[in-house]
Structure formats: structure tokens, C-alpha cells
Nanobody, 121 residues
Framework: QVQLVESGGGLVQPGGSLRLSCAAS????????MGWYRQAPGKQRELVAT???????NYAEAVTGRFTISRENAKNTVYLQMNSLKSEDTAVYYC???????????????WGQGTQVTVSS
């Protein structure tokens, strides 16, 4: 089985910063696009940012200029650096990764367990 374990969530004041990490483990051959999603109370899960295996990043309009997604392929890890946080950023953040398992030719999307980010004074 493949697991994505997230860390770095917590409580931060408006204007503060937080860095999320998500590490994949298991019988991994390759990891394609990785990304972050978030779900606020009473809202649908929404895309925050994605990053391709080649390093091309895309961001939701709401976080553009404030968040930075990056990855460290040698560690099978994706990061989300969040700056200038707003109360509207409060949500459970989930990482996602398209993973090719050893012995298979196709990619499967996996999800992390979620980590709570609360922006409040």
C-alpha cells in the first residue's frame, strides 16, 4: 500500500506563515503530479495548488502570490509554503499524488489524511 502522511498544520495568526509537508511511502516506482487541496467547514473540497513531475506549478486564484508549492523527489515529498495567511485559508488541507506502483504501468491518485490549518487571532 501507498501512504501519504501530512504534517505541519496548526494554529497561526493572520498574516503568519506555515509550511505543510506530505511524504509518500510504499512500493513507489514514480510519482507524477502532486498537489494540495483544502476543505473548509460547509464547503466543497477545492484545489489549492499542483506541481508536475517536471516542476511546473499551478495555483488557485485565491492563493496566488501567497502560497508556494514545491517538491523534493528524492524524498517523495511535496511541500506547501503558506505566507500572508488569512482567516479564509482555514481548512483541512489534503495532499494528493499520482503514483505509479512498482510492477504496474498506470498511475493511481492517492490522498493524505488531511491536516488542520487554522488562521485566527
Amino acid at each position: 500500500q501507498v501512504q501519504l502522511v501530512e504534517s505541519g498544520g496548526g494554529l497561526v495568526q493572520p498574516g503568519g506563515s506555515l509550511r505543510l509537508s506530505c511524504a509518500a511511502s510504499g512500493s513507489i516506482l514514480r510519482i507524477g503530479t502532486m498537489g494540495w487541496y483544502r476543505q473548509a467547514p460547509g464547503k466543497q473540497r477545492e484545489l489549492v495548488a499542483t506541481i508536475s513531475s517536471g516542476g511546473t506549478a499551478n495555483y488557485a486564484e485565491a492563493v496566488t502570490g501567497r502560497f508556494t508549492i514545491s517538491r523534493e523527489n528524492a524524498k517523495n515529498t511535496v511541500y506547501l509554503q503558506m505566507n500572508s495567511l488569512k482567516s479564509e485559508d482555514t481548512a483541512v488541507y489534503y495532499c494528493n499524488a499520482a503514483i505509479q506502483i512498482g510492477g504496474r504501468s498506470w498511475f493511481v491518485a492517492y490522498w493524505g489524511q488531511g491536516t488542520q490549518v487554522t488562521v485566527s487571532s
